[in-house]
């Protein structure tokens, strides 16, 4: 693997497929201790309940120790440079989890870090969250060549990723959203110039939920946009996932959401809580794929102290 896991694009498809190998001997095995007597620090410039929880238990059982480093605390940017906060951290640590606002400064603190980088979501993309997704539809049965996902709402964070991933996994992604709402435009182009998918924008999410494997939304107001939300409430008003839209799909079909969910707001209190859905399992996935990612860096680039 690459030193830093900044995207999926940091990914071959066979080391997407390593990593879900390794998670499963992990979520079995928890006698590997890979972090034995080394620390990760934990940047977080915005909130975070499952992204800080499960990084912080998988160092845990990995046998390492994990520094959660807040921004007030650091001012990373404002009080330190994003290099020399990377050079300082590369001396006490053995790996560094970050969830920042900007993806330069990200790329940034990569570049002048000795010691690997993991992003724990950016205003750009969320790979450890689609990792853990794909994982989950792995679990349940569903990961097969021309799986059907169809993501509601917003062309966020969150839909970057599951572009990233498309141009690595062969799959038939649609995004519905309002127009003005797409998706990273380089990255959409990146993905549809790999090949691998079929890849579609779509206005329409009755059209976008048809026979689909996987319905899958986030919030329609993301950290950082808080002053648009209003605005964003009206666009998004037909972009519900409810029961209506569910019975387009597949009888089977998976309902995902990276949470936090806004109940019966982008999705209906039913079809959250209903048989189809698998929330919580992507979230504990988070732990199991997370560890997989961190023993991976670790024992390629600081095993040896
Ligand atoms: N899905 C996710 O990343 O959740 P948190 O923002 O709570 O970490
Ligand atoms: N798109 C959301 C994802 C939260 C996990 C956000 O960035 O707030």
Redesign the pocket.
Known sequence: MKKDFLSILDLTPNELDELFVLADTLRKDTRRHPLEGKTAALIFQKPSLRTRVSFEVGIYQLGGHPIFLSQEGIGLGQRESASDVAKLLSRYNHLIVARLFDHQLLLDLASYSDIPVINA?TDLN?PC?ILADMYTIRQHGKLRKGVKVAFIGDG???VNSWLEVAALYPMHFVLAAPKGYDPDKDILHRAQRAGASTIEIQRDPAVAAENADVIYT??WT??GQEVEAAKRKKAFKNYQVNEHLLALAKQDCLVMH?M?AHREEEITVGVLDGKQSVIFDQAENRLHIQKAIMTKLIEQYAGKD
């Open positions: 979501l969320h969250q966020n964070n969150v986030d919030v993301s950290m990276c936090p």
